[in-house]
């Protein structure tokens, strides 16, 4: 036997730094630990994912079927086809007092993928992007993919922003500040005299407003001022609001797939345009015929009294479990504070603990807040090595009223059989 030259060994290549940097979402992890529970035969109440229980009208699906019956199958026009953004400017025009026009609206694959290009737009690598201490996690994700660097402002008891903390998080490379109102996952609608302020800051600090507008028309208490609105009071020159929104929500078509974002002047929301290529190279076409009709019939009414409702019986439910709540003014979450609750034995329960076990032991699926919140500690290289949970996001876990009501009540029903027994 004669010995042969060892095979040489070329070891595989890593995954870039900054994937393998990007944190998990706390959402997902809760959404698969409830679907293997649910595959093995348990009954979950499912409060996690923020996917409310209606289908997408009827006019819609319609719309898509004719499209793809008549063959509109090819690439899309980059913004979107004419037909849609006309579409959603009257609709800006008519629901918000925002006339836009066409020329500033442009079509993304979902609110994510626009929040994605706006951000690249905004800014530079390692340019800092102010986000609110709770905040819905895609942010950091993207954040963290696209090389940013977030600082965080923070919220009061109600969950509005502390506007006397803003200033200490400037630093000269802060290119934006992002601003979620009704929120993702407190449901706090910020009050006009904050989204001013916000506003003002930003215009002092000459930063890029992110309005992401994807819960806008859920509104159960108080009026909705966005920043768009307060952006196209002034002259176009000096405008700096991107807002996106989301046909996902309002319109319930999460799995469909669109939105949109309304820009400060037509040469912001060219380049935008310009970004879906590499973003997605095309969006789908029978969709966009489909959405056309979205509009046709003022139908969000009808949910949001649906959804009324559920948040009534949700907030009522909470507070008879003993926790001390106030329902927030819109979206379709609560935001629950646990940090008064103490076990049997006196100990605190962190938010991680409570929604691993009320999973396990009560089969109701929520989220912890801890997932809300993560910051990231950078190393002396300036990678971000971990994330730690940012304290007030750490008190709480989100749960979505969005789902059936016998669903919610068994649910609530079920978290104060877990809490009594603690
Ligand atoms: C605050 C917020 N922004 C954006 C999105 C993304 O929406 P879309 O489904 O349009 O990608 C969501 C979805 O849950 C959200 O909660």
Known sequence: MTASAPEPFYPAPSLSQRAQDMPRSAIRRIFENARRLQESGVDVVRLDIGDPDFDAPQRVRDGISAALAAGRTHYSPMAGIPELRSAIAAYMARRWGVDCGPAAVTCHQGATQALNAVMQLCCDSCAGVLLPEIYFPNYIQQVTLGGLRPRFYALDERFVPRLSDLESLLDANTRAILINTPSNPTGALFPEETVRALYDFAARHNLWVISDEAYCEFVFEGRYVSPLQIDWE?????????????????????????????????????????????????????????????????????????????????????????????????????????????????????????????????????????????????????????????????????????????????????????????
């Open 234 to 422: 002034q002259p176009a020159e000096q405008r700096r609001v991107i807002a996106i929104y989301s046909f996902s929500k309002g319109y319930a078509c999460t799995g469909l797939r669109m939105g949109w974002t309304v820009s400060p002047r037509e040469e912001v929301a060219g380049q935008l345009m310009l970004m879906n290529e590499p973003f997605t190279g095309s969006l789908t076409t029978p969709l966009q015929y489909g959405l056309v009709h979205a509009f046709d019939e003022d139908d969000t009414p009808r949910r949001v009294e649906a959804l009324r409702s559920r948040w009534e019986l949700a907030g009522r439910e909470l507070r008879a479990a003993g926790l001390p709540f106030d329902p927030p003014e819109g979206g379709i979450f609560f935001f629950v504070d646990i940090s008064s609750l103490r076990t049997k034995d006196g100990q605190p329960i962190s938010s991680q603990d409570f929604c691993d076990r009320a999973l396990n032991e009560a089969h109701v699926a929520v989220v912890p807040g801890a997932g809300f919140g993560l910051q990231p500690v950078y190393d002396s290289s300036g990678r971000p090595s971990s994330f730690i949970a940012g304290e007030h996001a750490a008190k709480g876990f989100r749960l979505c009223f969005a789902v059936p009501e016998e669903r919610l009540k068994l649910g609530v029903e079920r978290l104060r059989g877990f809490i009594a027994g603690l």
